[in-house]
């Protein structure tokens, strides 16, 4: 669920992310290498990956409870799926 979850915060806030954390999340999150795979990748210790994967998830935390992307996004969903035109309309607005 937690994979789910930050995968979907990826999805949104990527851009906000620098190459490297960007390239270190895929790697871990979506293409499913262990930190050694990534370090040796990377040439640093899995501990600095470990460290940059923490930093990133804290990150796409933070950017979440700022933002509410992911929260509006599941609103405006629920709201087609209900065809509930006054909150679809209050959401986008």
Avoid: C, G, P, W
Wanted: charged share 35%.
């Amino acid at each position: 669920m937690e994979r789910i979850y930050l995968n979907d915060l990826f999805d949104l806030y990527q851009k906000l992310l620098n190459e490297h954390e960007q390239s270190v999340f895929i790697e871990y999150y979506q293409e499913d290498l262990s930190l050694k795979e990534i370090a040796d990748n990377f040439n640093v210790t899995r501990n600095a990956i470990y460290k940059t994967l923490k930093s990133v998830e804290e990150k796409l935390n933070v950017y979440e409870k700022k933002l509410e992307l992911y929260k509006k996004k599941n609103e405006l969903l629920k709201a087609i799926e209900n065809n509930d035109i006054i909150k679809i309309k209050k959401i986008v607005s």
